[in-house]
């Protein structure tokens, strides 16, 4: 079975911290993605990356930056986080079929 | 530009009877189409997905998916809902190949009513 895994389930921060989310897929999946989840609005893409240290901007990617320095991870990165970035996060890899790790939610106070 | 449709945000059903959640889309060419769930602050888990053949796609916990290519949809149907069942539903479809280029509908929110 695909495993996609998040490094926290919750997590609180403050207004102007810089915010690691990571993910890990165990699939040797080429394709990885990070996703934003709101009420209302569905999945947008922030950004996708297609093979080490390649990245793609996705729909929505203003305040925020990736890493993938090695093909089972891929890190979203908040510089400088802001109380409109409170959101559920998601992080997908796939080979023609997106599997999706369990979301990170996110707070900003 | 390709997009995806659920019409329905909510969908209330009866328990064991069935269920219908619906889905349209506009691509061009010869999609694949997927059906996700998600639970309660979780992750999205995949269901189905059709690829090419047979137009009705069995998936994971008994739902299944009717591929219509006239009418361009593919609803998610189970013949006998459980109250478990009770989740958010996403369709999504992308260019063959291109899962980079998914698009997902908005969602639909699926009640069963004990």
């Known amino acids: 079975d695909v495993k996609v895994t998040q490094s926290s389930r919750y997590l609180v921060k403050r207004t102007g911290e810089k915010v690691f989310l990571e993910c890990v897929q165990d699939?040797?999946?080429?394709?990885m993605f990070w996703y934003r989840q709101d009420p209302g609005l569905g999945l947008r893409l922030i950004y996708f990356?297609?093979?080490?240290?390649?990245?793609e901007k996705g729909d929505i990617p203003e305040g925020y930056s990736v890493s993938r320095e090695k093909k089972e991870r891929f890190s979203l990165i908040l510089e400088s986080a802001s109380t409109n970035q409170t959101s559920m996060y998601l992080c997908?890899?796939?080979?023609?079929?997106?599997?999706f790790g369990p979301g990170t939610r996110l707070t900003v106070l | 530009a390709q997009s995806v449709a659920q019409p329905e945000d909510q969908v209330n059903v009866a328990e064991g009877n069935p269920l219908t959640v619906k889905c349209t889309y506009s691509?061009?060419?010869?999609?694949?189409l997927f059906w996700y769930v998600q639970y309660p602050n979780r992750g999205l888990q995949f269901l189905l997905k059709?690829?090419?053949?047979?137009?009705l796609v069995k998936g994971s916990y008994g739902f299944e998916a009717e591929f219509n290519k006239s009418q361009t949809s593919f609803h998610l149907k189970k013949p006998s809902a459980l109250v478990s069942d009770s989740a958010l539903y996403f369709c999504?479809?992308?260019?063959?190949?291109?899962?980079?280029?998914?698009?997902f509908g908005k969602g639909t929110r699926l009640h069963i009513l004990p």
């Open positions: 997908a890899s796939s080979r023609y079929t997106q599997y």
């Open positions: 699939m040797d999946h080429e394709n």
């Open positions: 990356s297609y093979d080490v240290k390649m990245k």
């Open positions: 691509v061009s060419g010869n999609p694949y």
């Open positions: 059709y690829i090419t053949g047979d137009n």
């Open positions: 999504a479809v992308s260019p063959r190949n291109r899962d980079d280029k998914i698009i």
